[in-house]
């Protein structure tokens, strides 16, 4: 009697011990635990029969009974019981009725208690990546702070330990030309969670332009507050990027507040790009204004509209080469910012 309790006890502690380890609630074990258990049943017993599981965590208790219909003559053995043998169990059933029978699980061939072990701890894996999946969801468009694990010198892909698992952070989405060492820190910008069951279980990213948005967001405390507001981002992860702002209030200068006291903001933001560009533009909703800021540190003569989403600009022959940028990336910036299409001329 002793060894059953024992045995009981070491069943609902272990559900315990996964919440509370592993963050896998008990409930979710149970649901997994109850399918297992029905899957032995029907390797044992046929894929049609009826079972219900039921679970007793007060008295540490899991029972298995099996549905039976009873009947006249039988004709699915597998769901129906005689009336003679269910009066055999008890003198109460009747004819019509579904009754259920308790089966003792030790019964269970080793083949059908294997499949449910195997069932079992599937789902643990499962639940396991459950608890990362939200929390990783929590995070999401978010910054995380991570450690190197390891970094592959065959693909450049960097593993980090990011508080709530591993997770990679492809070479792809790395800043180009930045180099990664063991337990070095680093700031990741939480793209997507994978919701399915497999695939790598969040896509993290240093490359995207949702991280620029983040970091002015951490270090720039009106834009915390509020007061600062950013109106658009757009960037080429480790060459430039650009910084559309406004401020809600007229006593504050959105680009000043952006760049801090002798440039205190702004640099601790680009050292954490590796040293990438990045221009802040005062946005305006007259959209001449806010192409010609765009198109900085070139000096814009004129921005004339020339239709939807489409304008064409004048600048200086002297700032020509500076307004498109080399291989043309200052114009294509701006035109992802405003998202207008620019067409630069020399006056």
Do not use: W
Request: one cysteine or more.
């Amino acid at each position: 009697m002793a060894t059953k309790k024992s045995s009981k006890e070491s069943f609902v502690n272990a559900l315990e011990l996964l919440e509370k380890e592993k963050g896998i609630p008990k409930e979710y074990m149970i649901e997994k635990i109850e399918a297992a258990l029905v899957s032995a049943y029907h390797k044992e017993y046929g894929t049609n029969a009826n079972v219900r599981i039921e679970f007793n965590l007060e008295k540490d208790d899991v029972r298995v009974f099996r549905q039976m219909l009873v009947v006249e003559e039988v004709a699915d053995p597998e769901n129906e019981i005689s009336l003679a043998d269910a009066k055999a169990l008890s003198r109460r059933h009747t004819l019509g009725q579904t009754i259920e029978i308790k089966v003792k699980t030790e019964n269970f061939r080793r083949l059908s208690a294997a499949a449910a072990k195997s069932v079992i701890i599937q789902s643990i894996r499962e639940g396991e990546r459950k608890v990362m999946q939200d929390a990783y969801e929590s995070q999401r468009e978010e910054i995380i702070t991570a450690t190197v694990s390891k970094v592959d010198p065959v693909n450049g892909n960097v593993v980090l330990d990011t508080g709530t698992g591993r997770a990679v952070l492809l070479k792809s989405e790395q800043i180009p030309g930045e180099e990664f060492y063991v337990d070095d820190r680093v700031k990741v910008f939480v793209m997507e969670v994978n919701k399915e069951a497999r695939g790598p279980l969040v896509t993290l990213s240093r490359s995207h332009a949702g991280l620029v948005r983040r970091l002015f967001e951490l270090e720039v405390p009106e834009i915390a507050d509020g007061v600062v507001m950013i109106k658009g981002v757009s960037r080429e992860a480790g060459v430039r990027s650009k910084v559309a702002v406004y401020s809600r209030d007229e006593d504050v200068d959105p680009v000043g507040a952006c760049i801090g006291n002798r440039g205190m903001r702004i640099s601790g933001i680009v050292d954490e790009l590796r040293g990438e560009k990045i221009d802040i533009i005062p946005y305006s909703e007259q959209p001449e204004e806010y192409i010609a800021s765009a198109l900085a540190p070139a000096r814009v003569l004129s921005v004339e509209l020339t239709g939807e989403r489409a304008c064409r600009v004048l600048v200086a022959p002297d700032q020509l080469s500076l307004a498109i940028g080399r291989e043309g990336l200052n114009a294509r910036l701006a035109a992802r910012l405003t998202g207008f299409k620019i067409d630069i001329k020399a006056e």
